[in-house]
């Protein structure tokens, strides 16, 4: 199945697990932006981001926990993510963080959280719709990750 083929099969799960790839480069590159802020308190919510940048890859690429050395209690915290509904939840919590360091000051840390947040609903909405989670082979999903071992 092609990129095109999957974003046509109107699965919100696809969706939200594209804009999960495009949270992880906002998040990323407002967390590192955001740094030179030199606010003690933002600093915090930047490192915040750039961690989850780093989780939401191994949430939506599951090839990697294959090719990555992780540990065992990482793993089975990251595949404990795998409901439309839990990754709607994560998504949402990471989202709310983000959201919380306007409290401090305006930055564009809240692009991060918008991001975030329209994940979230993406996952909601496959699960309130009663569509099961189907990865995407271009990222790893469809049994990719069992034809590496």
């Given at each position: 199945?092609?990129?095109?083929e999957?974003?046509q099969?109107?699965?919100?799960?696809?969706y939200?697990?594209?804009l999960?790839?495009l949270?992880?480069?906002?998040c990323?590159?407002?967390?590192?932006?955001?740094i030179?802020?030199?606010?003690?308190?933002?600093?915090i919510f930047?490192a915040?981001?750039i961690?989850?940048a780093?989780?939401i890859i191994f949430?939506?690429?599951?090839l990697?926990?294959?090719?990555?050395?992780?540990?065992e209690?990482?793993?089975s915290l990251?595949?404990?993510?795998?409901?439309?509904?839990m990754r709607?939840?994560?998504y949402?919590?990471?989202a709310v963080?983000q959201?919380?360091?306007?409290l401090?000051m305006?930055?564009t840390?809240?692009a991060?959280?918008?991001?975030?947040l329209l994940?979230a609903?993406?996952?909601?909405l496959a699960?309130?719709?009663?569509?099961?989670f189907?990865g995407s082979k271009?990222l790893?999903?469809?049994g990719?990750a069992?034809m590496?071992?």
């Open positions: 199945m092609t990129l095109a999957e974003f099969t109107r699965n919100f799960s696809i939200g697990q594209w999960g790839i949270s992880v480069v906002i990323f590159a407002t967390g590192i932006g955001n030179f802020f030199f606010n003690p308190l933002l600093i930047c915040l981001a961690v989850s780093f989780l949430i939506e690429v599951p990697l926990l294959r090719i990555c050395p992780t540990s209690k990482f793993d990251i595949r404990r993510v795998s409901t439309n509904y709607a939840g994560a949402a919590v990471m963080v959201f919380l360091s306007t401090i305006n930055s840390l809240i991060a959280g918008v991001f975030l994940t609903l993406c996952y909601l699960a309130v719709r009663g569509q099961a189907i271009t790893g999903g469809q990719v069992q590496i071992v």
